[in-house]
């Protein structure tokens, strides 16, 4: 039996062991994933909530227990569980419990002119089984939000959850069994790329993915080979613009949350700051004088907690080294104590520098000065990612302004990271960053069949546009062409459509 550790980042103590899934058993959860669907797509909408507020329930009724294990299984403070991976879970399952219903109804469109006495729609079936992979930097919001989309959309799911995460795929199963869901509906697997190679090769109607570009560049080469759509959710090297007329004080404290909340291990963390050059000396100086006012640790009161993996702490090291090299100037200096990284402000950076264009993943802010708003929107673009971005200025419409030049899938003005948050708004990069969205109403039809619907009465035995063909049919053709294309009164154009029709109805 091979086996796979759950080690707690804070105290290296191994949580709990658990089983590594074997491909034939990956295998056997999609097969049981998809003889599941065939019952779970026919309950109604109605009682698919019913199973969403259980889940919620659930979690309620357990919030200290379920933020003590995400802390324990990632190494971030307890508060941060509680507010960035359960929270937006909770506010996502209330918000397709109230909103499903309506999403999910057949929409009316129009039906154009020579399709006379149809009616056209668009209807919303499941999909069938969704593949969830998901990442260990927040393994409990990220699995459960696209999983509870995916189930309020009718779809069955088999979640691959993080192999440095484990912990958090067997509570999901628990809280699955504990909400009373049928059997087959939510299965999770646990285990490394074999799994996830194993999982894609069972063919499930649809991949969603959590994590580095680099993995879901594979993801996605694997899947094309059996045409499974994915939704690829990647990295991300966030800019942060701050104009001379930003609330200073404000835009500080946006930087030291934006860059440093969960470690900087958030898809979103402000990863590129630039300040326009006249603010530049005074806002790194209360900068420094409030990141130094920060407490590292794993308690409580502590705002900064361990970073998960090893691998990641060496990664973010080889980034600041380099960059150092290359002429960057550390404003703070590197202390790193077990798996807990002290933030780190970096100034001078430049674009030849790898932590101004490669994920970096950790708790440091390197910093840029420009001189205009213009130089500061080319600084941004210029990135092979686009996920999220965030302009700082009293001046709200140039903040909008600047927002639509900005190539990037998400824009926050005078706020960081909480734009993830919304329910409402769809959610997903452009570039590196990712493939589709999801939150809203976009994100269930994502996990839906749209189907175009026109209906015809079949009062007729013929079509004006089925056989025979006839020269006299070509010219009342042309006739009406003329007519739906004339700009002229609506009335006298009424008129004459009907004059058209009926000509040509008489050729059946």
Request: aromatic share 8%; proline share 5%.
């Amino acid at each position: 039996m091979e086996i796979l550790q759950a080690i707690n980042p804070i105290t290296g103590d191994v949580i709990e062991e658990y089983q590594r899934s074997h491909p034939e058993e990956v295998t056997k959860a999609v097969i049981n994933s998809r003889r599941s669907f065939e019952n779970w797509k026919k309950i109604s909408i109605d009682k698919r909530i019913k199973y969403l507020k259980a889940i919620r329930n659930n979690i309620m009724d357990h919030l200290d227990e379920y933020a003590t294990i995400v802390s324990e299984d990632t190494g971030k403070v307890l508060t941060e569980s509680l507010m960035s991976d359960i929270l937006p879970t909770l506010e996502f399952i209330r918000y397709y419990e109230k909103n499903t219903e309506n999403f999910l109804k057949p929409k009316k469109r129009d039906t154009p002119f020579g399709f006379q006495g149809g009616k056209s729609s668009i209807t919303y079936q499941p999909l069938g089984v969704i593949g969830i992979i998901s990442p260990w930097n927040f393994p409990f919001q990220l699995s459960m939000i696209p999983l509870i989309t995916a189930l309020a959309a009718g779809n069955t799911v088999v979640i691959k959850a993080s192999n440095e995460t484990p912990t958090i795929g067997a509570l999901i199963e628990r809280i699955m069994i504990e909400a009373g869901l049928p059997q087959g509906v939510v299965q999770v697997v646990q285990g490394g790329r074999d799994v996830v190679s194993a999982l894609i090769e069972a063919k499930p109607n649809k991949i969603f993915f959590t994590g580095s570009v680099s993995t879901g560049k594979k993801i996605m080469e694997q899947a094309s080979k059996h045409l499974i759509p994915v939704e690829l959710e990647l990295g991300g090297k966030d800019p942060m613009i701050v104009l001379k007329d930003a609330n200073i004080d404000r835009a500080v404290e946006g930087a030291m949350y934006g860059g440093f909340a969960n470690t900087g291990q958030v898809c979103i963390s402000v990863e590129r700051l630039y300040l326009q050059e006249s603010i530049a000396e005074e806002f790194i100086k209360k900068l420094k004088y409030r990141v130094n006012k920060l407490n590292i640790g794993p308690g409580k009161n502590d705002d900064i907690g361990a970073m998960t993996t090893s691998d990641q702490i060496l990664h973010v090291q080889k980034q600041i080294h380099n960059a150092v090299k290359m002429g960057a100037r550390l404003e703070t200096p590197i202390k790193i104590e077990k798996n807990f990284f002290h933030p780190v402000i970096l100034t001078e950076a430049t674009h030849d520098m790898e932590i101004m264009t490669e994920e970096t993943f950790g708790p440091v802010l390197p910093i840029m000065t420009f001189q205009t708003p213009e130089e500061g929107i080319r600084l941004a673009n210029d990135s092979d990612y686009g996920l999220n971005a965030s302009i700082w200025t009293k001046d709200t419409k140039l903040g909008e302004k600047i927002a639509k030049e900005l190539i990037t899938g998400n824009v926050m003005i005078n706020d960081v990271l909480k734009n993830v948050g919304n329910p409402d708004l769809p959610f997903g990069g452009t570039k590196n960053s990712g493939i589709g969205k999801y939150h809203g109403p976009e994100g269930l039809y994502n996990f839906s069949l749209e189907t175009s619907v026109m209906v015809n009465k079949g009062k007729n035995n013929k079509e004006v546009n089925w056989f025979p063909y006839s020269e006299e049919k070509y010219e009342g053709l042309k006739e009406l062409l003329k007519t739906l294309n004339e700009d002229q009164n609506i009335i006298k154009k009424g008129g004459a459509l009907l004059k058209v029709a009926k000509r040509l109805k008489k050729m059946n």
